[in-house]
């Protein structure tokens, strides 16, 4: 284990130098960076063509397909993912295309679908796409007859070569909007809307402004729960989604993400990005994963207070089941050995939670780990890893032949047949132990600065929270203490595993939250401590807090 300092201040260092300091680190130099930064420009259509490199040409070509359909009163279908970052693409597109056909006064019939993990698999899948092209997938609704001659895919298709070619024979146009890693060769679809620079509800939504102008800026909720939800960058065009969005998410009127943010517990509180992380992503996430994805859909896309009252419950009950099969699925590879560079494990678990659980164990062992479901003669798999490892080129170099397979440098998914999964495994951890180097495996922990206690205070963690959102690429600042004296350590809640200490350092004394720790009770001194300095708004009054991520003791 490391601990790693990203730059340093001077002794006696104000809370405005730290902050400077804190900036500079981070790339932002003059004062037009800083100001760039700390004040993103709204998002319109043209920051976002810029910022993303998609052309206004591509989008065109799309909106004259839809144009050519609409005319014809063709029904159309959006096909979307049952992710968090899938489904809010699919209710923006699903959204748009229907308020752009108003708009032409098209009679077209407008209806989404997304593949049921269980039944469907993964993305484009043969019988995902069979149903679709048959109208088997839209026998439950009310339209009769319907059958899509438009597909316009968001959050997948565009390694979905097979399935394209498909809809192609059948005589069915398509339009892919997606973002992660293609392939050398792309599929033969009628249009392709891809960026990597964003999420699925990135690219969705800037598609929608494209169609409506200023009018899809409603939209925007729901492309930032995409691109939190998918762990995107929060630097440049993702932070000026992001800004605008959280804004419109603490005031939103959605009855979907009104019942939601009630079941939750945040109330009317400004959201931040960790409200989406760890409350409406993985909710949308357990629909998805582990039920049915129209759950989630119906959700955000809801006009009826009482439907959206009954879905958020329902979703809530389907989160509780997520965190039980994952605790499960965790418990049972407690005891594992990690002999090679990466992780390779294959059981009876459920496969909605299988990323997650790759996710616990990459960061347990901080080693790329994939985690396989054993369900069946098609193997699903989902992989995690760590920094400096692309786990989607790693996996694509192997002569595994997938049924499917796509992903980012961080997160991949994939299946295989049942009879490649052994020599899959070897052939992956023998290539892992000669492509990986050691050093990228050293568990190591970052921090921003060393601190004293002293130069902790409300003034500084007020300039931090200028720097939200706080996300990928733009981790919320974290600083290192050494020799830290306990004066009490205090245990929350009915199990003890929270606790508020108050420490001292030189006649500094600061209250220091542990949140989950299994650290002995009780404690007497710090070695090292890396928090984050917050603060606490308690009875309307604004108290300085540390949040420990690592201590040593």
């Known amino acids: 284990m490391d601990i790693k300092l990203k730059t340093k201040v001077e002794e006696g260092a104000t809370a405005k130098d730290i902050f400077d300091t804190l900036m500079e680190s981070r790339g932002y130099k003059t004062k037009v960076q800083k100001e760039e930064f700390l004040h993103p420009v709204a998002p319109d259509l043209d920051y976002l063509l810029h910022e993303s490199g998609l052309k206004k040409s591509i989008l065109n070509k799309a909106k004259k397909l839809i144009d050519s359909h609409l005319e014809k009163s063709s029904d159309i279908c959006v096909f979307g993912d049952y992710d968090a970052d899938g489904v809010s693409s699919t209710a923006i597109m699903w959204q748009a295309i229907t308020a752009y056909a108003k708009l032409q006064k098209s009679t077209s019939r407008i209806l989404p679908f997304m593949p049921d993990r269980h039944k469907h698999g993964y993305g484009l899948g043969d019988k995902a796409v069979a149903e679709v092209v048959s109208g088997e997938a839209f026998s439950h609704t009310s339209l009769k007859g319907y059958r899509p001659k438009l597909i316009i895919t968001v959050d997948t298709g565009i390694v979905a070569h097979v399935g394209i070619s498909t809809f192609k024979s059948a005589g069915i146009d398509t339009i892919i909007t997606d973002h992660h890693l293609p392939e050398s060769v792309l599929p033969e679809a009628t249009a392709i809307v891809h960026t990597t620079?964003?999420?699925?509800?990135?690219?969705?939504?800037?598609?929608?402004?494209?169609?409506?102008?200023?009018?899809?800026?409603?939209?925007?909720?729901?492309?930032?729960?995409?691109?939190?939800?998918?762990?995107?960058?929060?630097?440049?065009?993702?932070?000026?989604?992001?800004?605008?969005?959280?804004?419109?998410?603490?005031?939103?009127?959605?009855?979907?993400?009104?019942?939601?943010?009630?079941?939750?517990?945040?109330?009317?509180?400004?959201?931040?990005?960790?409200?989406?992380?760890?409350?409406?992503?993985?909710?949308?996430?357990?629909?998805?994963?582990?039920?049915?994805?129209?759950?989630?859909?119906?959700?955000?896309?809801?006009?009826?207070?009482?439907?959206?009252?009954?879905?958020?419950?329902?979703?809530?009950?389907?989160?509780?089941?997520?965190?039980?099969?994952?605790?499960?699925?965790?418990?049972?590879?407690?005891?594992?050995?990690?002999?090679?560079?990466?992780?390779?494990?294959?059981?009876?678990?459920?496969?909605?939670?299988?990323?997650?659980?790759?996710?616990?164990?990459?960061?347990?062992?901080?080693?790329?780990?994939?985690?396989?479901?054993?369900?069946?003669?098609?193997?699903?798999?989902?992989?995690?890893?760590?920094?400096?490892?692309?786990?989607?080129d790693l996996l694509r170099s192997l002569k595994t032949p997938f049924l499917g397979l796509g992903g980012h440098d961080q997160a991949a998914g994939f299946s295989l047949d049942k009879k490649n999964v052994k020599a899959m495994t070897k052939e992956l951890e023998a290539l892992a132990d000669k492509k990986i180097t050691d050093e990228l495996l050293v568990k190591t922990h970052f921090a921003d600065l060393k601190l004293d206690l002293s130069s902790t205070s409300l003034k500084l963690a007020k300039l931090i929270s200028t720097m939200e959102p706080f996300g990928m690429h733009n981790q919320k600042p974290k600083f290192y203490f050494e020799n830290l004296k306990v004066l009490e350590d205090k245990q929350l809640g009915s199990s003890g595993k929270h606790r508020k200490l108050t420490v001292e350092q030189d006649g500094e004394t600061r209250q220091l939250m542990l949140f989950n720790t299994k650290l002995d009770y009780p404690l007497t001194h710090l070695i090292s401590a890396i928090c984050t300095i917050d603060i606490n708004v308690w009875r309307d009054k604004e108290l300085l807090q540390l949040i420990g991520s690592h201590v040593e003791i």
């Open 197 to 392: 620079a964003t999420s699925g509800a990135g690219v969705a939504w800037i598609f929608a402004m494209y169609l409506l102008g200023d009018a899809a800026i409603r939209l925007v909720d729901l492309a930032t729960i995409g691109v939190v939800g998918d762990m995107m960058p929060l630097v440049g065009l993702n932070r000026s989604i992001c800004v605008e969005g959280l804004f419109a998410l603490t005031r939103t009127k959605r009855p979907g993400l009104v019942a939601m943010k009630e079941a939750m517990g945040v109330g009317a509180k400004d959201l931040s990005t960790y409200d989406i992380s760890f409350g409406i992503a993985p909710r949308i996430n357990a629909a998805g994963r582990i039920y049915n994805p129209l759950d989630a859909l119906r959700l955000l896309c809801t006009s009826d207070t009482k439907q959206a009252k009954e879905l958020a419950a329902k979703i809530e009950s389907h989160n509780k089941d997520r965190q039980e099969y994952t605790d499960s699925a965790l418990q049972s590879v407690a005891a594992l050995k990690a002999k090679h560079k990466i992780i390779v494990i294959i059981g009876d678990y459920h496969e909605g939670v299988i990323g997650l659980v790759a996710g616990k164990l990459a960061e347990l062992y901080n080693k790329p780990a994939i985690v396989m479901s054993d369900n069946g003669e098609v193997i699903k798999g989902s992989a995690r890893s760590v920094n400096g490892v692309s786990i989607t």
